[in-house]
């Protein structure tokens, strides 16, 4: 069974210019989270899909924003992007059900902002 | 507020030793916790879960964790380290008030280096 992906692996922009993540969940897994890892503040949440609606955000300004498709793969979008938006971008997808059902993390996109 | 607290930013243990990763939580009800591993350049690998039941859950790669409710703490141990042990690991604990979002809460992670 395929993991979750996510491209690009690696994507560089400058300050000012919006960036595009995309990320492919389990099949079978209908809701994909979004997560922010930045040096030296661990994981936080962003955002939250499922069955193509946003279902919940993170403590975030409205320029991070994405959508969930008809297949349930997703992207986020950064706008006017920031240097301290430099950081590794990880997106998680699992089944709907049982609420302790576990996340399934891919291997994240690390944008670079200069 | 729900947190989780992972208090030692890094833990060195010596190959063959036990190895112990502390998280404690603050969460209102039930929890449902869990452990996380990351290897460089790597996304989050699952590694256990507790949802109820036995305090002590067994895990992936040899890893098992107690669960001790009245410390409110979910240690994860090991009988014998690796240096391929070596790596970030994550504490988190479901949101109890995410309802139907199922939001996990992380620690900030201990990093774990096994010396030979």
């Known amino acids: 069974e395929a993991g979750v992906t996510q491209s690009p692996t690696h994507l560089i922009k400058t300050r000012g210019q919006q960036a595009t993540l995309r990320c492919s969940p389990i099949?079978?897994?209908?809701?994909v989270y979004w997560y922010q890892q930045a040096l030296g503040l661990g994981l936080q949440f962003l955002l939250w899909?499922?069955?193509?609606?946003?279902?919940n955000r993170g403590n975030f300004p409205p320029r991070f924003s994405g959508r969930q498709f008809p297949n349930y793969s997703s992207e986020l979008n950064v706008n006017a992007l920031e240097l301290e938006d430099s950081a590794l971008y990880l997106c998680?997808?699992?089944?709907?059900?049982?609420?302790?059902?576990?996340?399934?993390f891919g291997p994240g996109t690390r944008l670079t902002v200069l | 507020a729900q947190s989780v607290a992972q208090p030692e930013d890094q833990v060195n243990v010596a190959e063959g030793n036990p190895l112990t990763v502390k998280c404690t939580y603050s969460?209102?009800?039930?929890?449902?916790l869990f452990w996380y591993v990351q290897y460089p350049n790597r996304g989050l690998q699952f590694l256990l879960k507790?949802?109820?039941?036995?305090?002590l859950v067994k895990g992936s790669y040899g890893f098992e964790a107690e669960f001790n409710k009245s410390q409110t703490s979910f240690h994860l141990k090991k009988p014998s380290a690796l240096v391929s042990d070596s790596a970030l690991y994550f504490c988190a604990v479901r949101d109890s008030h995410s309802g139907g979002y199922n939001k996990l809460i992380f620690g900030a992670g201990t990093r774990l280096a096994v010396h030979p």
């Open positions: 507790y949802i109820t039941g036995d305090n």
């Open positions: 998680a997808s699992r089944t709907q059900g049982m609420s302790y059902n576990e996340q399934f």
């Open positions: 969460v209102s009800g039930n929890p449902y």
């Open positions: 099949s079978g897994h209908t809701s």
């Open positions: 899909y499922d069955e193509g609606e946003e279902r």
